[in-house]
């Protein structure tokens, strides 16, 4: 069952106290808070009430007041800027980590589809490489993973610790 929707007159009037209360607290009106005020659904006051959100509701919100000199930074926005510095080094630091091993892994999974392949041409393969690959087959899974990486030439000093493994 559909509820009827108000009409102009109670919408203009939830309009006007929204801006009163804002103004009263000292922020900045919105249209969520009219909808709240009403109990309409965001698109359903926007498929019926948009003109009155251009005519009578935008042109009555107060500018913002922008200070007009730029202003020092303050201890906390250095502290604010430092801090997403250092998230941000750390986020490319973890991207690079994640990269690793997501190598790491897609070469597992291909030594592990193929094994019997493997095996087979690495008696075949020059003896430098024959030796590293039975080195890797013959090796238990963490010295596996560990003679892989080796042979990539990654520091292992580079690869974070993943707890719990």
């Not at 102009?8 to 009219?34: F, N, S």
């Not at 800027?81 to 994640?98: F, H, Y």
């Not at 013959?138 to 493994?165: D, E």
């Amino acid at each position: 069952m559909k509820r009827a929707l108000p009409g102009t007159e109670t919408v203009k009037a939830a309009i006007d106290t929204v801006l009163a209360e804002a103004a009263a607290r000292g922020r900045r009106p919105t249209v969520t808070a009219i909808e709240r005020l009403l109990d309409i659904p965001h698109a359903t006051f926007h498929r019926h009430y948009a003109d009155l959100i251009d005519v009578h509701f935008r042109p009555r919100i107060p500018a913002l007041a922008r200070p007009a000199t730029p202003t020092e930074p303050s201890g906390s926005d250095v502290r604010t800027e430092a801090n997403l510095s250092r998230l941000r080094k750390e986020n490319t630091d973890l991207r690079r980590t994640l990269a690793l091993y997501e190598e790491a892994i897609r070469q597992l999974a291909l030594e592990n589809e193929r094994p019997a392949q493997r095996r087979h041409r690495s008696s075949t393969a020059p003896p430098q490489q024959a030796r590293a690959t039975r080195a890797v087959l013959n090796a238990t899974p963490s010295r596996r993973r560990l003679a892989w990486i080796r042979s990539l030439g990654v520091a292992l000093s580079r690869l974070p610790v993943i707890k719990g493994s």
